[in-house]
């Protein structure tokens, strides 16, 4: 059974420690948008371009029109918000191996407000065909799928946090698009993404085994529509609601992609994620206005599986 370890650790750093071995060995253009998340070393490809997402994504996918990988780092929330638009034409359409690094994910940009918490990036990049989206489970997590990110044959975005989130033991190695089920039951699957929604999906867990409920625990470090079919097929059989965490608005997230990949099975689904813009704050505060802690999810699941207490 995993555990949730005393430690923390980023995940935005773990990238940066591992990027510069795995862009040299890989072969990757490297590009920045001033970031300040790559540390380039001299046998590294890198280009700074500085705060321009859209040029960034059309320097990349031309890079790899004439046969380079490429991996362009950005705020999660600038990347799909000003270069959408590169992004579904230049790189998801035609299939560029292009591996587009947000940073900043979900709330964790705390007090520099809704213009860099990338709440909408799982909804807008999970839409695209082709595209891989993936959200690493804690920092262990992060280099082995930054590599198959690299190694990808198509697009894929690697979504990151800012600081120092949850680190757990007993979780295996990722394999992209693989759901992992990291604690069994039969009653309620709590699918999570993210390192703060995980934590919350084992303590949430342990405290309806204490109240006689059996619930499987699903960590979704693949987020698209791909990795939502093979989710749903890891769903117990006897499973009688799905509960959905993710640092993301709920609209067209994670939780939808799985709701929709089970939705013949007729399972009844909670979806748990942000619901509107969140205000500036520390990021513990904001899961916190966002229902997002476990007190409160464990609240939100015993109400839907015995009503009101």
């Given at each position: 059974?995993?555990?949730?370890?005393?430690?923390?650790?980023?995940?935005?750093?773990?990238?940066?420690d591992?990027?510069?071995?795995?862009?040299?060995r890989?072969?990757?253009?490297?590009?920045?948008?001033?970031?300040?998340?790559?540390?380039?070393?001299?046998?590294?490809?890198?280009?700074?371009?500085?705060?321009?997402?859209?040029?960034?994504i059309?320097?990349?996918?031309?890079?790899?029109?004439?046969?380079?990988?490429?991996?362009?780092?950005?705020?999660?929330?600038?990347?799909?918000?000003?270069?959408?638009?590169?992004?579904?034409?230049?790189?998801?359409?035609?299939?560029?191996?292009?591996?587009?690094?947000?940073?900043?994910?979900?709330?964790?940009?705390?007090?520099?407000?809704?213009?860099?918490?990338?709440?909408?990036?799982?909804?807008?990049?999970?839409?695209?065909?082709?595209?891989?989206?993936?959200?690493?489970?804690?920092?262990?997590?992060?280099?082995?799928?930054?590599?198959?990110?690299?190694?990808?044959?198509?697009?894929?975005?690697?979504?990151?946090?800012?600081?120092?989130?949850?680190?757990?033991?007993?979780?295996?190695?990722?394999e992209?698009?693989?759901?992992?089920?990291?604690?069994?039951?039969?009653?309620?699957?709590?699918?999570?993404?993210?390192?703060?929604?995980?934590?919350?999906?084992?303590?949430?867990?342990?405290?309806?085994?204490?109240?006689?409920?059996?619930a499987?625990?699903?960590n979704?470090?693949?987020?698209?529509?791909?990795?939502?079919?093979?989710?749903?097929?890891?769903?117990?059989?006897?499973?009688?609601?799905?509960?959905?965490?993710?640092?993301?608005?709920?609209?067209?997230?994670?939780?939808?992609?799985?709701?929709?990949?089970?939705?013949?099975?007729?399972?009844?689904?909670?979806?748990?994620?942000?619901?509107?813009?969140?205000?500036?704050?520390?990021?513990?505060?904001?899961?916190?206005?966002?229902?997002?802690?476990?007190?409160?999810?464990?609240?939100?699941?015993?109400?839907?599986?015995?009503?009101?207490?």
């Amino acid at each position: 059974m995993p555990e949730v370890t005393a430690e923390r650790a980023s995940t935005r750093a773990a990238f940066a420690d591992a990027l510069p071995e795995l862009a040299v060995r890989h072969g990757v253009l490297v590009v920045d948008t001033d970031t300040g998340s790559v540390k380039p070393t001299a046998e590294m490809d890198y280009l700074n371009v500085g705060i321009a997402e859209n040029a960034a994504i059309g320097l990349a996918a031309g890079a790899e029109h004439c046969g380079r990988r490429a991996l362009v780092c950005t705020f999660g929330a600038f990347a799909v918000s000003r270069a959408f638009e590169f992004i579904k034409l230049d790189i998801a359409y035609p299939r560029r191996r292009v591996c587009i690094v947000g940073t900043h994910g979900g709330a964790s940009g705390g007090w520099l407000g809704p213009t860099h918490h990338a709440t909408e990036d799982l909804a807008l990049m999970s839409a695209l065909p082709h595209m891989r989206v993936v959200v690493p489970a804690d920092a262990h997590q992060t280099a082995p799928l930054l590599e198959q990110c690299l190694r990808h044959d198509g697009p894929t975005y690697l979504r990151l946090g800012r600081k120092a989130s949850p680190l757990f033991a007993g979780v295996p190695a990722p394999e992209l698009g693989v759901p992992q089920v990291v604690r069994p039951g039969r009653d309620i699957a709590l699918v999570a993404t993210g390192p703060e929604m995980l934590s919350t999906a084992l303590d949430v867990a342990q405290a309806l085994a204490d109240e006689g409920h059996s619930a499987q625990v699903i960590n979704a470090h693949t987020v698209d529509q791909e990795a939502a079919a093979a989710t749903g097929r890891a769903l117990a059989g006897q499973c009688r609601l799905l509960v959905t965490l993710e640092e993301a608005w709920t609209s067209g997230g994670m939780g939808a992609q799985i709701a929709a990949a089970v939705g013949a099975r007729g399972i009844p689904w909670l979806p748990i994620g942000v619901t509107g813009f969140l205000p500036p704050g520390t990021h513990a505060s904001l899961l916190e206005a966002g229902g997002l802690t476990a007190d409160s999810v464990l609240r939100q699941v015993l109400k839907s599986v015995t009503g009101p207490r």
